[in-house]
C-alpha cells in the first residue's frame, strides 16, 4: 500500500471482502450497489465508486474503461498481482462483450519495441484489444 495508506472504514472492508471472494471476474460498480442493496448492506453509490477508485490507487482492484461512454468494471488483483510482475493484456469481444486475460510474450515484445523505437510506455492495465473472441468467430 502506498504512503498516506487508506483509513479502513467498515464500507471499504465490505467492498474488499466482496471482491476477493470474485477474483478475475469484471464487475460494474453498478452492479456491486445492486449486490450491496440486495444484501441489505446502508453503502451509498457515492461510497462505493469513491471506495473503488481508492482500492484501484493501492493496487487491489484493476479498473477497465470498456468503452468512453459505458460503465468500467473493476477486477480484484490483489497485492499479489504486482508482486509477480506479470504483464495481462485485455481482449473484448464486440459480439458477446466477453473480456478475456491475454498473457503473451510477443505483446510484451510489442510493449518494448513501442518503447524503445517510439518513445511511448503502453500501460497493459489500460490496454484492450477489440474484436471478435474464438466462440464467436465459429458460430459464422
Known sequence: MPAGS??????????LKFFEKKPGVHITAGEVLEYMNSRGESIGQATIYRQLEKLVDEGLLNKYAMTPAGPACFEYVGM?????????????????????HMHCDELEGISTHILNEHGFKINPLR???????EDCNDEK
Do not use: D, M, N, P
Open 80 to 100: 499479489s498481482a504486482h508482486k509477480s510482475g506479470g504483464t495481462c493484456f485485455h481482449c473484448k469481444c464486440e459480439k458477446c462483450g466477453r473480456l478475456i
Open 6 to 15: 487508506t483509513y479502513r472504514t467498515k464500507q471499504r472492508e465490505i467492498l
Open 127 to 133: 490496454t484492450v484489444f477489440y474484436g471478435i473472441c
